[in-house]
T-cell receptor
Framework: DQQVKQNSPSLSVQEGRISILNCDYTNSMFDYFLWYKKYPAEGPTFLISISSIKDKNEDGRFTVFLNKSAKHLSLHIVPSQPGDSAVYFCAASPGPYSGGYQKVTFGTGTKLQVIP | SQTIHQWPATLVQPVGSPLSLECTVEGTSNPNLYWYRQAAGRGLQLLFYSVGIGQISSEVPQNLSASRPQDRQFILSSKKLLLSDSGFYLC??????????????FGDGTRLSIL
C-alpha cells in the first residue's frame, strides 16, 4: 500500500521557469511533510518541510504547499536552475514519537530535468 | 556541523556471505539513527531505527540485523546474504530528545550487489 505517491516519475522544465512537483498521501495521521533532493550516487539531502498546522512554507527559491483536505502537497522551485536537476522525494510522518524519532514514509521520487 | 559517514560506497558479495555496513555520525550527541533500503524503482523503506546505545527496533521482518555499539555508530549486518538483499542502503540521523518535528539527514549510501 503506497501511502505516499508521486505519480509523475519525471518532469522537464526550461531554465528560469517554475518547476512544480506533486505528491499525494493517503494516511490522515501524517502530520509532518518533507522534500528531499537526491543526486546520483549520493544520499538524499533535506530540502524543506512543513507541518500540518501550516499550508505554506518558503525557503529561498523553494516553496512547499500543503492542502490537507485534498491530502496533497507540492514543491515549487522558482526560478528553476540546471543545478536543480535531481530526483525529488516527497516524505511524510505522523509526527515524532517519544525521544523524537520519526517513522517517515517516502514516495518513489520524481526526476526533474532543468534544461538550459 | 554534523556529518554522517557510510562505508563502503559499493559492495559486491556472493550469496550466503556475511555483511557488515557501518555508519558513523559526527558533530552531534545522542542522535536517533536509522537504516533504510531503496530497491530499484521504489521509495526508501525503513529497516531499523535506534534511539540509544543497544536499543534497536525493526520495522520489517528480514534477513538483516542492526546494532548500535556506540552512541554515534550504527551497524547493519547479515550472517548469510540472499539475492533479495541487493539494493541501496542508507543510514540517517535526526536530533533526539526534541518533541518537535526534526528532519532526518542521510549518508551517501552503500550500493550492495549480491551475486
Amino acid at each position: 500500500d503506497q501511502q505516499v505517491k508521486q505519480n509523475s516519475p519525471s518532469l522537464s522544465v526550461q531554465e528560469g521557469r517554475i518547476s512544480i512537483l506533486n505528491c499525494d498521501y493517503t494516511n490522515s495521521m501524517f502530520d509532518y511533510f518533507l522534500w528531499y533532493k537526491k543526486y546520483p550516487a549520493e544520499g538524499p539531502t533535506f530540502l524543506i518541510s512543513i507541518s500540518s498546522i501550516k499550508d505554506k512554507n518558503e525557503d529561498g527559491r523553494f516553496t512547499v504547499f500543503l492542502n490537507k483536505s485534498a491530502k496533497h502537497l507540492s514543491l515549487h522551485i522558482v526560478p528553476s536552475q540546471p543545478g536543480d536537476s535531481a530526483v525529488y522525494f516527497c516524505a511524510a510522518s505522523p509526527g515524532p514519537y517519544s525521544g523524537g524519532y520519526q517513522k517517515v514514509t517516502f514516495g518513489t521520487g520524481t526526476k526533474l530535468q532543468v534544461i538550459p | 556541523s554534523q556529518t554522517i559517514h557510510q562505508w563502503p560506497a559499493t559492495l559486491v558479495q556472493p550469496v550466503g556471505s556475511p555483511l557488515s555496513l557501518e555508519c558513523t555520525v559526527e558533530g552531534t550527541s545522542n542522535p536517533n539513527l536509522y537504516w533504510y533500503r531503496q530497491a530499484a524503482g521504489r521509495g526508501l523503506q525503513l529497516l531499523f531505527y535506534s534511539v540509544g546505545i543497544g536499543q534497536i527496533s525493526s520495522e520489517v521482518p528480514q534477513n538483516l540485523s542492526a546494532s548500535r555499539p556506540q552512541d554515534r555508530q550504527f551497524i547493519l549486518s547479515s550472517k548469510k546474504l540472499l539475492l533479495s538483499d541487493s539494493g541501496f542502503y542508507l543510514c540517517a540521523w535526526s536530533v533526539r530528545g526534541s518533541e518537535g518535528n526534526q528532519p532526518q539527514h542521510f549518508g551517501d549510501g552503500t550500493r550492495l550487489s549480491i551475486l
